[in-house]
């Protein structure tokens, strides 16, 4: 157990629909990564949170935006949804400059 | 070309054997390299870390690292059933809180 919460674990919705994904860091961590995972791609980094602010942007969609809470809890929103952003959805945390990144369980999203 | 490269495998070996397991990158900037294993529907798991040049062991486990050919490398010694999994090599440009940048993975099947 990597100490990383992610939820849902599983979540099917139809296009067009929005989703909320939850993470939580482990405990002192302030970094909070969002990556995407599928078949043809591999791991895609999505975007960053440093302490409650943005710090790096990846291969993120315009329909897909992240906060990071004053708890440092972090949510992915993914709206008008496609068939392909069918895929896990992974949030890592690490320490202030740490480089080890710890993943959390991931939440496989499905979209019909 | 992708900045990691990665062969897909899949890769079976019998159990006891030596496995090698290689990632190629174009992009010497690279300075942090890193080994995941990741079981079928879990997040992935940090296995190996390394800076820069040389060798690191961790038990069954020895990580290379060759900057002036651009080329990682994870050994298996005496190869378990369960060290079945996908194996994701992983690199980082800097210190600090940065972005990882993935391998599709290798995927390992060790038969007992």
């Known amino acids: 157990d990597s100490g990383v919460t992610q939820t849902p674990k599983h979540l099917i919705t139809a296009t067009g629909q929005r989703v909320t994904l939850r993470c939580s860091p482990r405990?002192?961590?302030?970094?909070v990564y969002w990556y995407q995972q599928s078949l043809d791609q591999g791991l895609q980094f999505l975007i960053q949170?440093?302490?409650?602010?943005?710090?790096a942007k990846g291969n993120i969609l315009e329909r897909f935006s992240a906060q990071q809470f004053p708890d440092l809890h972090s949510e992915l929103n993914l709206s008008s949804l496609e068939l392909g952003d069918s895929a896990l959805y992974f949030c890592?945390?690490?320490?202030?400059?740490?480089?080890?990144?710890?993943f959390g369980p991931g939440t496989r999203l499905t979209v019909l | 070309q992708k900045e990691v490269e990665q062969d897909p495998g899949p890769l079976s070996v019998p159990e006891g054997a030596i496995v090698s397991l290689n990632c190629t990158y174009s992009?010497?900037?690279?300075?942090?390299f890193m080994w995941y294993r990741q079981y079928s529907r879990k997040g992935p798991e940090l296995l190996m870390y390394?800076?820069?040049?040389g060798n690191k062991e961790d038990g069954r486990f020895t990580a290379q690292v060759d900057k002036s050919s651009k080329y990682i490398s994870l050994f298996i010694r005496d190869s378990q059933p369960s060290d079945s999994a996908t194996y994701l090599c992983?690199?980082?440009?800097?210190?600090?809180?940065?972005?990882?940048?993935f391998g599709k993975g290798t995927r390992l099947s060790v038969i007992a």
């Open positions: 890592a945390s690490t320490r202030d400059r740490n480089n080890e990144q710890f």
């Open positions: 405990s002192g961590d302030l970094s």
């Open positions: 949170y440093y302490n409650g602010e943005e710090r």
């Open positions: 992009n010497s900037a690279f300075q942090y």
């Open positions: 390394t800076y820069s040049s």
């Open positions: 992983a690199m980082r440009r800097n210190s600090g809180n940065t972005p990882l940048v």
